[in-house]
């Protein structure tokens, strides 16, 4: 594992949401001081409360901390999830001595249960005296966030940038209820990069829609799917000139890439990981639309699953995806051939 970006602590342990004893289930993520903060969130009407809170905190320059859940979702709570919510927040903040307003919040598991707040609250000021900065502590915090997952997802990335060495980390989990437009999924990304909130949040809606928009499991779109960005700025001593933009975002989009592509390859259920590569489309949305429904085919899915290379069923999916092409020039490729 590469260095950890500088300027965060973090970790992971179990305050007693799930039943199984050696299953973590809370996450607390402090940034040493103000950090820029973006958030993109479900697309689902149906929204849980974390997302609600964290809409209305980010984009940011003041964030100092991530606080998540795992287990319960407090998605459809109402008022009550709200009010707990905001309280996550509250506890973390008085741990940690921050605002509550600097505290995000993130939620997964089982929908319709109201949190145990006595437990989590316990849980998190346990969480704040044992924060730290090695890549044990980043793999606890990774584990804490995971509810059906067979095992945690992280990666990292160490670049130039500026003349300075960058770093970004990133832990995401989400096994079901994945569906395009990113899914039952959360993920946590850490760069040590300084960026300007507007700048943070535009590189992160657009790595977000090149890699988690474009996963699929079950095609079931969750309450609860988050991503988050938070730059420290530690490595650097100025914001991110606009000429080293596209490196920042090259390095960050491939990250997600490589986490997105680890949450299919752990679907429930899952057997088989399918790359679909569309070429030749006039537009990226056209192609997208292609490999979407190919993706979301049950008869795809089944033939893929029993190892049957049954092309016609790709062929037919495409076919009716709505998009306009001349079937007379489709070729199609199967692990090359």
Same mark, same amino acid.
């Given at each position: ?22 299953? =973590? @289930?809370?996450?607390?993520?402090? #940034?040493?001081?103000? /950090?820029? %903060?973006? !958030? $993109? ?40 999830? =709200? @009010?707990?919510?905001?309280?996550? #927040?509250?506890?973390? /903040?008085? %741990?940690? !001595? $921050? ?40 793999? =606890? ?197």
């Amino acid at each position: 594992m590469q260095s950890l970006p500088l300027g965060f602590r973090m970790t992971g342990l179990r305050c007693g949401i799930k039943p199984a004893a050696d299953k =973590l @289930d809370l996450t607390l993520i402090v #940034a040493d001081e103000d /950090a820029t %903060a973006a !958030g $993109v969130y479900t697309q689902n009407l149906v929204y849980a409360a974390p997302v609600a809170i964290d809409r209305e905190r980010t984009p940011s320059r003041r964030a100092r901390a991530v606080v998540v859940n795992s287990g319960n979702a407090n998605a459809c709570t109402g008022q009550r999830g =709200l @009010d707990d919510a905001r309280r996550m #927040a509250q506890v973390t /903040a008085e %741990a940690i !001595g $921050v605002e509550a307003e600097q505290v995000l919040v993130m939620s997964t598991g089982v929908i319709g249960q109201f949190l145990p707040m006595d437990k989590i609250e316990a849980g998190v000021r346990n969480a704040a005296s044992q924060l730290g900065h090695t890549g044990e502590d980043f793999v =606890l915090a990774a584990r804490g966030i995971c509810t059906t997952d067979k095992s945690h997802k992280i990666a990292t990335r160490e670049f130039q940038l500026a003349g300075r060495t960058v770093r970004i980390a990133g832990m995401a989990k989400g096994a079901g209820m994945i569906g395009p437009r990113m899914a039952t999924m959360l993920a946590v990304i850490m760069t040590d990069a300084r960026l300007e909130p507007i700048d943070a949040q535009y590189a992160l809606s657009e790595a977000v829609n090149e890699s988690f928009n474009c996963i699929s499991v079950d095609g079931h779109m969750s309450t609860n799917d988050t991503v988050l960005l938070l730059a420290s700025g530690a490595a650097m001593d100025e914001p991110l000139p606009s000429s080293e933009g596209f490196v920042f975002f090259r390095e960050l989009r491939e990250l997600c890439v490589e986490l997105a592509k680890q949450i299919p390859d752990d679907g429930e259920g899952a057997s088989h990981l399918m790359c679909i590569h569309v070429r030749g489309c006039i537009c990226d949305a056209d192609a997208r639309r292609i490999a979407q429904t190919v993706a979301e085919s049950p008869l795809v899915k089944t033939a893929v699953a029993g190892n049957d290379p049954n092309w016609g069923r790709i062929v037919s999916a495409a076919g009716y995806a709505g998009v306009n092409f001349n079937p007379d020039r489709l070729e199609l490729r199967l692990n090359g051939t």
